[in-house]
């Protein structure tokens, strides 16, 4: 796979805007991503499922083939267990809210995660009393799978862990969890927002009940996330939000509420956001994802031969770049993670994240203030990773404590 012609298909770095170090928050997106969501304005901007006129049924069966691309694109087979939310953490309050868990029930989830798989489930221990258990990472912040053992017993319900960590990059064995929380007879949910987009995710493979991702990560549009689940779990599963569209029959006095996927899809949905999910993958597949993936370690090889020299750097998580998912964690000694951000983005318009990346325990447990986060994907190369090293060079030399 050439990447330089990868590159070439996003009209940002076709601008030279910069150097775009920021995709485990969002990626940019191809050409063909923005044709779906501007051929959708412009030639059919209908809504899909209700109206039966030829533009409205044009947008109903894009919207059902993009369940298909789902479906094929995660090695399942029915496209009805895939339901479009707005973002991974909808998806994931969607079954923390409709799992039906009572007072006592236990959730596992692991120390490292993302706000979005951790306060949905701090919210329902103080509502409804549920208790939480977690999993307790190593010194690099990698999983421990002994630790999680150790959290499981029959009054477990659910385990909710990320398939990849947004601040150390470092990937979960999903299918050996899954595997032991079946033992126990507890449910599965993946948060697997910064693992879908870098690598190939058989969802039948691993067994999962429920996967949650952002769609706005793997090159789709904002504002689209998906939540896969099993179609047993979904049948149990209760909606988040009620109204048109997820109903069989309404009178008066009751409800049906229609099978999955529509009982969770309330109101007019994002159209475009649908379509263009369909157009994301069919990139991602083009490129191919096992591509991708060696790219990003690639990409994470160049970042620890180019920080070598880089005085007072303290790296957030393992040294070896091969366990890293393009996403690489640092501080500089004497800064602050917002000012090394801004003298990066200052130098040479290099694009990277600050702050605590909404895993706040991670950092406070760790009495870390925050840190600097320079996220990679499939259209960065090895110049964009020399000019931050050597922005990050002179920073550090000039500002740095050391
Ligand atoms: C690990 C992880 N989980 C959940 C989320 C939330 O994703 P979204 O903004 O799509 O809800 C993010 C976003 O950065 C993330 O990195």
Redesign the pocket.
């Known amino acids: 796979m050439d990447f330089n012609i990868v590159r070439n298909d996003f009209p940002t770095m076709r601008k030279g805007n910069g150097v775009y170090l920021d995709s485990?928050?969002q990626s940019l997106r191809p050409d063909s991503v923005i044709r779906a969501i501007t051929e959708y304005y412009e030639d059919y901007p209908s809504c899909g499922g209700r109206s039966v006129h030829s533009m409205a049924t044009q947008v109903s069966m894009g919207i059902d083939e993009s369940r298909e691309k789902l479906a094929s694109f995660f090695g399942t087979k029915n496209p009805d267990c895939y339901i479009f939310t707005?973002?991974?953490?909808?998806?994931?309050n969607t079954v923390a809210r409709g799992f039906g868990l009572k007072k006592d029930d236990v959730v596992v989830t692991s120390d490292t995660?993302?706000?979005?798989?951790h306060v949905p489930w701090l919210f329902l221990a103080n509502k409804v009393g549920i208790k939480r258990r977690y999993s307790r990472s190593d010194a690099n912040g990698e999983f421990d799978i002994e630790s999680f053992k150790s959290c499981m017993s029959k009054d477990v319900k659910l385990v909710s862990i990320?398939h990849?960590?947004?601040v150390t990059g470092c990937v979960t064995p999903v299918k050996d969890i899954t595997e032991i929380a079946h033992e126990y007879d507890a449910r599965v949910m993946i948060?697997g927002?910064?693992a879908a987009p870098h690598f190939e995710v058989d969802l039948k493979d691993l067994d999962v009940d429920f996967y949650?991702?952002?769609?706005?990560?793997m090159c789709g549009p904002s504002g689209m996330?998906v939540l896969y689940g099993k179609e047993e779990c979904l049948k149990d599963l209760e909606p988040l939000i009620v109204g048109g569209g997820t109903v069989g029959l309404a009178t008066y006095d009751h409800v049906d509420l229609a099978p999955a996927p529509e009982k969770f899809e309330a109101g007019l949905q994002n159209y475009s956001g649908i379509l263009g999910t369909k157009a994301a993958l069919e990139y991602l597949e083009k490129v191919g994802l096992d591509n991708i993936s060696a790219h990003d370690k690639e990409l994470m090889r160049y970042i620890f031969d180019g920080i070598q020299d880089v005085k007072g750097i303290k790296v957030i998580g393992p040294s070896d770049p091969s366990k890293r998912s393009g996403v690489f964690s640092f501080n500089i000694n004497g800064l602050g993670s917002h000012d090394v951000a801004m003298m990066l983005d200052n130098i040479d318009n290099i694009m990277v994240r600050s702050g605590m990346?909404?895993?706040h325990p991670f950092y406070v447990s760790r009495k870390i203030e925050g840190s600097v986060r320079a996220s990679a994907y499939l259209y960065n190369n090895e110049e964009d990773i020399t000019r931050f090293t050597t922005a990050l060079k002179k920073v550090a030399e000039t500002f740095g404590d050391h």
């Open positions: 485990a928050c707005k973002n991974c953490t909808e998806g994931i995660e993302h706000n979005s798989n990320q990849t960590g947004n948060d927002s910064q949650s991702m952002s769609i706005h990560k996330g990346h909404c895993t």
